[in-house]
């Protein structure tokens, strides 16, 4: 190493089990701004995505062929990182301390005199359980808990069973899944009831989860050791019995279904937020990007006119900048009668404060004219920002009645991906249940995306949309609409996924 001075700091912060949302809000706001991240297997795509793009993101751990790296290795790995980087993210699953090898990486950046940080986790052992439906402790069955490691290859010092069998706590085994067999015999000789439950969780907290009840006894003739997938716990203890009816999360009803949110990043949270509540994983895969346009508004646009339609959320915004850049606020508002074209709108308009006049039962163009032919008259001017392209049933109508100004405020473009980012990505919706798609040109970027990358999809995915249009631009482009949202709303989309889903 050479002896220049670090300059950050590194923060060893756990993932948690699975569940992206199972971060903590420390560990959060590090991954969030940190200009280097350090991470491994256990980590998800989706947690490495809220890293900022231009951090530099490397991989210490096993890749299907290959050996991870040595743990001595990423020991100096972190101290060079924060010779460079104010702020070094070591993200590690579950907690960084439990069977984490934290405490070497910490030892190695203190010999080194670089300061580092801890952002305790939720262990698996804990958090994996409880997403099991099994409460590591409970005032009937166990009062205590024990986690030890069931990797035995490399470490010369075995458990000393006959004090593991004796302990009447719950016990878990991390790493455990090839010990099986071992761990499981070791507790019957040395005197645990055979009769004892014992449980494997796999995927734990994530849509994957797996859980196979058994107990000592039988674990070799009913746990399908061999097609467990990792990573797995072994749980053994009377505490099991409780996932009768502790079980909640593999109740959810998205439970076990993968669905992809297409729209665009900064839209994308809510929509994913709204999924993941119901037990759903989600993969972003953002098919528009949101550009804003050069600030075309001016005060007489706001003088001339007496209404403003919002046609999107993105309209509202960008409008609300524009206003922004012209110094003034909402105001200048005043005296206009203010359109949503549906409730998402509607909610954005009312974090400005602002309450609209106008909202259609239809959320679409059409809606827009059906509520307002009986409204309006020739000495109105409509005011309409919105994207460059836009549909212009709504402007040709208008055209007879009154004066409009529609104003491109902002474009929605394809995204822009890295080498190397979109492909994986596209590869990946093949083992999806659901595509969603809340825009037209979402669904053809998409289009345009599998067609230059070569990509065919040959799985039964189903393509879930938001509305009419959308559904449209998805027949047109021959995919098979399998079901479509109404009212046009992402809160209907998510009912329709959860009615569907459970009928099949
Ligand atoms: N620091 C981690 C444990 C690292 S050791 C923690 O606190 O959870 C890796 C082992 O953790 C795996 O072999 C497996 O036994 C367990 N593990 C981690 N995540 C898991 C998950 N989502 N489901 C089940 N087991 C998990």
């Not at 980590?43 to 743990?71: F, T």
């Not at 040709?396 to 473009?413: G, N, S, V």
Request: charged content about 20%.
């Amino acid at each position: 190493m050479n002896s220049k001075q670090s300059i950050g700091t590194v923060y060893l912060v756990g993932a948690g089990p699975g569940d992206i949302g199972l971060l903590t809000h420390k560990g959060l706001s590090l991954l969030k701004s940190c200009d280097c991240l350090v991470y491994d297997r256990l980590i998800q795509d989706e947690m490495l995505a809220l890293a900022p793009a231009s951090c530099e993101k490397i991989y210490v751990g096993k890749a299907a062929s290959n050996h991870a790296m040595p743990q001595e290795d990423i020991n100096l790995l972190l101290c060079e990182k924060a010779k460079h980087f104010k702020t070094v993210v070591r993200l590690k699953g579950g907690d960084p301390y439990v069977f984490g090898r934290g405490g070497e990486e910490g030892e190695v950046l203190r010999a080194h005199q670089v300061p580092f940080e801890v952002v305790p986790g939720i262990s698996s052992s804990i958090g994996g359980l409880a997403y099991a439906g099994i409460p590591i402790t409970h005032r009937n069955h166990a009062s205590s808990f024990h986690v030890f490691t069931g990797h035995f290859k490399d470490d010369s010092k075995d458990h000393d069973w006959s004090v593991v069998a004796k302990i009447e706590g719950t016990l878990v085994f991390l790493m455990s899944i090839s010990s099986i067999p071992y761990i499981t015999s070791q507790l019957i000789q040395f005197g645990k009831k055979a009769s004892t439950p014992v449980a494997v969780v796999s995927n734990a907290a994530s849509s994957d989860q797996q859980v196979f009840e058994s107990t000592l006894e039988k674990a070799l003739d009913e746990l399908p050791i061999g097609q467990i997938k990792s990573p797995a716990l072994l749980v053994v203890g009377e505490v099991i019995h409780m996932r009768e009816t502790l079980n909640w999360f593999e109740s959810k009803p998205l439970f076990g279904k993968k669905i992809a949110v297409t729209r665009a990043t900064a839209q994308s949270s809510k929509f994913s937020a709204m999924l993941r509540a119901q037990g759903a994983s989600v993969i972003e895969l953002p098919m528009i990007a949101i550009e804003s346009l050069p600030h075309k508004l001016e005060q007489d646009h706001l003088a001339k006119s007496t209404q403003i339609w919002f046609t999107s959320e993105n309209g509202v915004h960008e409008f609300m900048k524009s206003l922004w850049a012209l110094d003034l606020d909402t105001r200048a508002l005043f005296g206009h009668k203010i359109l949503a074209i549906g409730p998402t709108t509607s909610k954005c308009l009312e974090q400005y404060g602002i309450r609209p006049d106008f909202m259609p039962t239809r959320y679409t163009q059409e809606g827009i004219i059906e509520l307002m032919k009986t409204k309006l008259n020739a000495s109105d001017s409509i005011l309409i920002p919105g994207a460059a392209v836009m549909r212009s049933l709504l402007t040709d109508w208008l055209e007879d009645i009154c004066t409009y100004e529609k104003l491109a405020i902002y474009q929605t473009i394809r995204p822009i991906y890295g080498k190397d980012e979109l492909v994986p990505l596209l590869n990946k919706i093949d083992a999806l249940d659901y595509v969603t798609f809340a825009s037209g040109s979402a669904v053809r970027h998409f289009h345009e995306f599998l067609e230059q990358h070569d990509i065919s999809l040959h799985s039964k995915v189903k393509f879930a949309s938001i509305g009419p249009i959308t559904s449209d631009t998805l027949k047109a482009l021959g995919y098979h609409v399998h079901l479509s949202a109404e009212p046009h709303t992402l809160e209907a989309l998510l009912t329709q996924l959860i009615e569907d889903a459970q009928s099949c």
